[in-house]
């Protein structure tokens, strides 16, 4: 958290925060530190703490980071800062959202899409030319509903940031959950797939409660010949974030880095529309 506090903190709406009653305010640190977590609740002012790396590191792609923590909570420093941290060692930027808890599934997604619009808008202040998602457990659910929603007006827009795309160019999905709520644990329906889809990386574990979510996700990318690269471990449960003495904390970085440096350097300007 002290980390954070050094850094630059964009609050994605100027106004009124669409589809929020309660007045802005800073984020509740709850008292359940278990797991060595800091965790935050009551987000009623949607923020991006960015995270920039070296000069000579930076390859001019940003990520947008969304911690999991079951639409109640945000692990905001094991889902979101710590992966950040690592993001800027790739020569990424990094801008860990802060998205509205506690059960605000709609106005996450808001709060998402404002968050893409709020950076390709300023892209050029932060050196960056593509730009992804990056989400854990809940996290991943956000991600993928910003992935696959982006032709939908969710909230009225009010400024010329709203004008820009939502789309990220691509994203990548580790343990996510809630993707499988369709019959018969079939993909959510919320998650409409088109040719329009950017490319999705997806690592989970056979023990994961959740872990039907990323194969059904995979399956339905596979089907409309969206670019997808999948990954499943047999164990290492849920979130596990990338602190050592996990099979699966230790094993995804490298797939995902690997795979970030293909689907990047492959993007080009048609498919970053």
């Known amino acids: 958290m002290a980390l954070a506090q050094t850094r630059d903190t964009l609050y994605l709406w100027t106004g009124k925060v669409p589809g ?146 939502s789309r990220p160019d691509f994203g990548l999905l580790i343990y996510p959950a809630y993707l499988d709520n369709g019959e018969n644990r079939t993909l959510t329906p919320e998650l409409s797939i088109s040719e329009d889809t950017p490319p999705l990386f997806i690592f989970g574990t056979a023990d994961d409660t959740y872990g039907n979510s990323g194969l059904v996700m995979a399956g339905a990318l596979r089907d409309h010949k969206i670019p997808v690269e999948l990954h499943l471990l047999p164990e290492g449960g849920h979130g596990y974030g990338l602190r050592p003495g996990n099979i699966a904390a230790e094993t995804w970085p490298d797939l995902a880095e690997k795979w970030l440096e293909t689907v990047t350097k492959n993007l080009t300007a048609e498919s970053r529309k």
């Open 20 to 165: 929020e009653s309660l007045p802005k305010s800073n984020p509740v640190q709850t008292d359940n530190t278990s797991g060595n977590v800091t965790r935050l609740t009551d987000v009623t002012n949607p923020a991006l703490v960015v995270f920039k790396p070296q000069t000579a590191l930076s390859n001019n792609t940003a990520v947008i980071v969304c911690p999991g923590g079951g639409y109640n909570i945000l692990a905001i420093d094991k889902e979101g800062y710590e992966i950040a941290e690592w993001l800027n060692n790739l020569g990424y930027t990094a801008f860990v959202l802060q998205y509205r808890v506690p059960q605000k599934q709609a106005e996450a997604l808001y709060d998402i899409q404002r968050s893409i619009r709020l950076v390709r808008t300023n892209a050029s202040i932060w050196g960056v030319e593509k730009l992804g998602v990056l989400g854990f457990s809940a996290g991943g659910s956000l991600s993928a509903r910003a992935a696959t929603r982006f032709n939908e007006d969710t909230y009225p827009k009010s400024d010329q940031i709203d004008q820009a795309s």
